[in-house]
């Protein structure tokens, strides 16, 4: 990439997990890429710190009530302030950057996504949520703006890498790897007693709060099958789930001879995030290397969906289609949020992502407008069970 222009990049969540990975390959390659557009929900220490190091052109921080000192503390560079949720949007919608690292936790990520598209921005998707929300919406749009949408998540990231070169040969399936989370093997009687700190305990990856806990709940791969769906142009029964300890093979795609490719390499997000944003050359980096003498073994297994329900969950959405996944997504962000701040326990979260579904009317084609009434009418009723 070095006779290439520098490539501008937004990246929307910055301070979160993937964020400040994002901006660790930037500052480890200056010399393509730059950091344009930086983004934060309420970490405005972190933004501040962010901005004056890469001196963006634009920060945008998502409360309102904390523009003024995030103003104040740039006030001596050139940096663009601006604040508030609308703000995300309209800046996403600015011709100032090349490629979107669409990092923002959750479904609060979708509206700037959308925006990107629809201004022909490249997205480099590390936000499952958007997929799951309106995967069908979002990936038609960029289909129609001729856009790539590049995934981020490490096992998304592998079955965009196993597909390099493969457009013309039928997919037979996709595999897609779970590391099985903090509580592989255990039963609904020691998951009872499981709090925050126990949850917070991934024994691979260095993620946020958010999604180790679905991690946890094995939700998070649900999620991906849902996400993978609409990446890869795929029906339910093309996509697989095995659980697979030592997280060294990241997913796996079996073509319609019956060959496997699978990608590898140690669990590190800096390797997808770098990939995506330098897609689809392969830069040089100091990452960690795969040492086979030190992993002898690789182990796969079932995922036991009798005691992880929320995976089970996760494939009726993805099986009925329509606003379900949606309304789970809801429920769930509702009930990660709780059970982070011990409202409520580990398998009460399953009972109440359950009930919203079986609740919230169901509707086989929703506008976009549609998704937001469903993911409102979800939000509410899961807060009220829990009574948040």
Known sequence: MSDQPIRRIAIF????SVGTQALEVIAANADKFSAEVLTAHGNEELLIQQSLKFNPNIVVIGEERKY??????????NIKVFAGERALEEVAAMDVYDLMLAAIVGYAGLKPTLKAIENSKAVALANKETLV?????????AVEHRVPVIPVDSEHSAIFQCLVGESRNKIEKVILTASGGPFLGKKPNYLVNVKREHAL???NWSMGAKITVDSATLMNKGLEMIEAKWLFNLQPDEIQVVVHPQSIIHSMVQFEDGSIKAQMGLPDMKLPI????AFPQRIPNEFPRLDFKKFNTLTFEEPDLRTFRNLGLAIDALAKGGNLPAVMNAANEVAVFAFLRNRVNFLDMTDVIEKTMNKIPFIANPTL???FESDGEARTYAADIIKL
């Open 13 to 16: 969540g910055s301070t979160g």
């Open 68 to 77: 003024a000192k995030v103003k104040q503390a740039l006030s001596n560079t």
């Open 369 to 371: 407008e549609e998704y």
């Open 133 to 141: 929300v309106a995967g069908d919406i979002v990936m038609r749009k």
């Open 274 to 277: 770098q990939y995506a944003m």
């Open 201 to 203: 305990q991934h024994p």
